[in-house]
């Protein structure tokens, strides 16, 4: 069952709960969903063997916006790993514009590109173009979802594909917070309130909402979702701080699909006048930004984050195009990530300097 926030209807829920005991604003749930299959390889192993390109081939990526830090270290692995092999590299920004970044690849059609990166965060509008350059021979790698062809409802034939495994994402994320009420609260036998970012728009932030709702109900049911707020950048998680800071004053933490709305409500809570320390909240994502996981080191009320691995993902997946234009076997490329809390991430995220780029 999907339910919708209704707007304006948080402060009349309120009032009733002060009357009638906890009544919580409506939560999308998609607690019975059922993550399909994400095929290919998350080894990062890969990026160690020596390779040559056989030819000098232009390697493009059409990605949506620089909204969202990862994804210029995402362009920054691609465009590395680039010259490390001998392509040309190439990222085109649509700033949040499909008709853009329809226009985008026709460009890297027109201009003779051999492999196209596509950020398919509409999944049917670029069948027209990805179907035009598979004719073209040119190699197509869906990144972030498939690219589906409406005449067919299938996905179109293009060899690669780039993904998360959003479900697994979110599942990580909801078990760091499950782990952490539980060592924080052993004894507390009431509701513990969480509010939830996520971005709406996007069907992958489904599967992560998905796999964080099934994780805090099998480890910790006590975790009770009492709003949901757009969570995509900085701007949201300050709103979202200012809102629930007075409409939810039992709030024990924040769960978010991904790390820069969570900065944003770092940097509200900070300018409250509250502790980052505070002992008795926590905040949980992803993605493996450097100032998450700064916070998350420090011991702050951003106690957990899935870090995924946005650097030798990206070199992989444009390593993935390179070999497949050889002629060489190659496989699908599944985002590599690693949960990072307070305990590992000296040794496993910022020693690592593919992970915590400076």
């Known amino acids: 069952m999907k339910k919708k926030v209704m707007a304006g209807f948080m402060a009349g ?3 009733l709960g002060a ?3 906890t009544v919580y604003a409506d939560v999308t749930d998609y607690s019975d969903a059922v993550p399909a299959e994400v095929k290919g390889t998350d080894d990062v192993s890969v990026l160690e063997d020596e ?3 056989k030819e000098k081939y232009k390697v493009g990526f059409a990605l949506e916006s620089m909204d969202v830090a990862v994804w210029n270290t995402m362009s920054e692995g691609m465009a590395d790993e680039a010259e490390k092999i001998g392509v040309e590299y190439t990222c085109m920004v649509a700033n949040n514009d499909v008709a853009a970044q329809v226009a985008n690849v026709e460009n890297m059609i027109a201009q003779g590109y051999d492999a196209i990166i596509i950020h398919a965060f509409d999944k049917q509008a670029f069948a027209t173009v990805v179907n035009e350059a598979i004719e073209k021979g ?3 790698c869906a990144y972030d979802d498939n690219i589906i062809d409406p005449s067919t409802g299938e ?3 293009y060899p690669l594909s780039f993904l998360c495994d959003n479900y697994q994402i979110g599942y990580r994320v909801g078990t760091m917070a499950a782990e952490w009420t539980l060592e924080q609260f052993p004894d507390e036998t009431g509701d513990l309130e969480f509010g939830v970012l996520w971005h709406h728009e996007f069907e992958y932030q489904q599967a992560r909402l998905a796999g964080i709702e099934a994780a805090i109900a099998e480890k910790d049911p006590r975790i009770k979702l009492v709003d949901e707020q757009e969570g995509l950048v900085t701007e949201d998680g300050v709103k979202a701080c200012e809102a629930w800071t007075q409409a939810f004053p039992n709030l024990k933490g924040v769960l978010a699909t991904n790390d820069t709305c ?3 409500y770092a940097q509200a809570w900070q300018a409250a006048g509250k502790d980052l320390k505070d002992e008795n909240f926590g905040m949980f994502g992803n993605d493996g930004v450097n100032d998450a996981i700064d916070m998350v080191a420090e011991g702050s009320i951003l106690r957990g984050d899935v870090g995924l ?3 030798d993902g990206g070199a992989m997946a444009l390593l993935a195009c390179v070999k497949q234009l050889d002629g060489v076997e190659t496989d699908s490329v599944i985002l590599p990530m690693v949960s990072v809390t307070s305990e590992n991430a000296e040794e496993d ?5 593919t992970l915590y780029v400076k």
């Open 349 to 353: 995220w910022i020693s690592h300097p």
């Open 138 to 140: 040119i190699v197509i």
């Open 13 to 15: 829920m309120m009032a």
């Open 51 to 53: 390779y040559t390109a």
């Open 19 to 21: 009357m009638a005991g």
């Open 309 to 311: 691995d946005v650097y």
């Open 262 to 264: 969570l900065l944003g």
């Open 155 to 157: 996905a179109c034939l």
